[in-house]
């Protein structure tokens, strides 16, 4: 089965520190991986895409790591900041239909 | 601007009254998405659309239908509502047909209970 996991489920930092949020996938064989952020009461907004043949993708503060092989997946946030307090969730795209979401973690920056 | 919009944002109903919930997308994409997100279960695809008039079933597509009469829209019905429906709805559309290289937009969401 193809499953989608994010550990932890809450992160808790203080303003300032780099962090990093995992994402493991059960199958290698992906299209892609994508990193979303949620925001209460709001919809899902797409932070990175990284592509099956692509090891890592960058937008500002933001790097995400893709490693097929262990089946992992990284997103670092650099310096970090109140406004980046939000659920991130990770999705793997297995199929051209087949989108499967992580449960997300948690995050919260204390200023 | 861009953007997936979806109506109503908040719906209180009772059991078996049929709902509509509608979405709406203004960047001409061909693909089309609804996804509802539990609490413990992440999100999970409930139906999707390639194009106009083809629709076909994603994970959870009990108790849903959908029409895809147009481009832009994308409605999910609830023909008779049931509690274990109480969830929070998520609209997303792709440029392609087959989205399988680029990012799905996704609406705000519509937080549905069921008494």
């Known amino acids: 089965k193809q499953e989608v996991t994010q550990i932890p489920a809450a992160l808790s930092v203080p303003e300032g520190e780099n962090l990093v949020l995992n994402c493991s996938f059960t199958?290698?064989?992906?299209?892609?991986l994508q990193w979303f952020r949620q925001d209460p009461g709001k919809g899902l907004t797409s932070l990175l895409l990284i592509q099956s043949s692509q090891r890592e993708q960058t937008s500002g503060r933001l790097n995400a790591s893709l490693d097929k092989s262990s089946g992992r997946s990284t997103l670092y946030i650099a310096a970090s900041q109140p406004g980046d307090s939000a659920t991130y969730l990770c999705a793997v795209r297995w199929g051209a239909q087949k989108l499967v979401f992580g449960q997300g973690t948690r995050l919260t920056i204390n200023p | 601007e861009a953007q997936v919009t979806q109506n109503p944002r908040y719906l209180i109903t009772v059991t078996g009254k049929k709902l509509t919930v509608t979405c709406s997308q203004n960047?001409?994409?061909?693909?089309m998405s609804w996804y509802r997100q539990d609490p413990g279960l992440g999100l999970r695809q409930i139906y999707y659309s390639m194009n106009v008039e083809v629709t076909d079933k994603g994970d959870v597509p009990e108790g849903y239908k959908v029409s895809r009469k147009e481009k832009r829209n994308f409605p999910l019905i609830l023909e008779s509502p049931s509690p274990n429906q109480t969830s929070l709805y998520f609209c997303?559309?792709?440029?392609?047909?087959?989205?399988?290289?680029?990012?799905?937009?996704f609406g705000p969401g519509t937080r549905l209970l069921v008494l």
């Open positions: 960047m001409n994409h061909e693909y």
């Open positions: 199958d290698s064989a992906i299209y892609n």
């Open positions: 997303a559309s792709s440029l392609l047909a087959v989205p399988r290289g680029e990012t799905q937009y």
